[in-house]
T-cell receptor, first 117, second 113 residues
Framework: ETGVTQTPRHLVMGMTNKKSLKCEQH?????MYWYKQSAKKPLELMFV???????ENNSVPSRFSPECPNSSHLFLHLHTLQPEDSALYLC????????????????FGPGTRLTVL | AQSVTQLGSHVSVSEGALVLLRCNYS??????LFWYVQYPNQGLQLLLK??????LVKGINGFEAEFKKSETSFHLTKPSAHMSDAAEYFC???????????FGAGTRLTVKP
């Protein structure tokens, strides 16, 4: 596997279910990101991990819970979601530095298409 | 707060015609600017980025963009469109010590034969 992989690619869940999205990067990067992509809206940054520490949480509801056990893996745990949470969830990674991180190129996975019934 | 605005959610050009996708940014400090492309059922891929070096930036697939501070713009161009350029294009902005990249709403490019 190369680049950034995401599993599953498609997920359908009910509002009472608990599921997890997985992201793995094979690029030796130290920063990882979760984005939400909804139709007709800009990409929304949800969470950022830099060297396994969460550095950003853009007012995301607590029904989304991230986990970063090491610099190669990132999870997004989902529970009691709402239909409006249906979207494409994208994971990305970048080199990650203590300074100058803004210049980093982010490498994206193909996304998980989530449908909440 | 920093942000980007992409003018036109949908642009249609004929094959061989000039491609121009518009992006304006809002920032009180020097920005770093990016263009990403997303093909159907795929993640985003970097086309090019501006990080305060040359104002004219060349990217992959024949695309280029020019940073114009006076106009707060970073428009993406390609002299001659190809059918394979049909995709969604995103402009994004970030800053030196900040992982918080902000994306525009995207522009869908259609290329007609």
């Amino acid at each position: 596997e190369t680049g950034v992989t995401q599993t599953p690619r498609h997920l359908v869940m009910g509002m009472t279910n608990k599921k997890s999205l997985k992201c793995e990067q094979h690029l030796g990067h130290n920063a990882m990101y979760w984005y939400k992509q909804s139709a007709k809206k800009p990409l929304e940054l949800m969470f950022v991990y830099n060297f396994k520490e969460q550095t950003e949480n853009n007012s995301v509801p607590s029904r989304f819970s991230p986990e970063c056990p090491n610099s190669s893996h990132l999870f997004l745990h989902l529970h009691t979601l709402q239909p409006e949470d249906s979207a494409l969830y994208l994971c990305a990674s970048s080199q990650g530095t203590s300074g100058g991180a803004g210049t980093d190129t982010q490498y994206f996975g193909p996304g998980t298409r989530l449908t909440v019934l | 707060a920093q942000s980007v605005t992409q003018l036109g959610s949908h642009v249609s050009v004929s094959e061989g015609a000039l491609v121009l996708l518009r992006c304006n940014y809002s920032s009180s400090v020097p920005p770093y600017l990016f263009w990403y492309v997303q093909y159907p059922n795929q993640g985003l891929q970097l086309l090019l980025k501006y990080t305060s070096a040359a104002t004219l930036v060349k990217g992959i697939n024949g695309f280029e963009a020019e940073f114009k501070k006076s106009e707060t713009s970073f428009h993406l161009t390609k002299p001659s469109a190809h059918m394979s350029d049909a995709a969604e294009y995103f402009c994004a902005v970030s800053f030196y010590n900040n992982n918080d990249m902000r994306f525009g709403a995207g522009t869908r490019l259609t290329v007609k034969p």
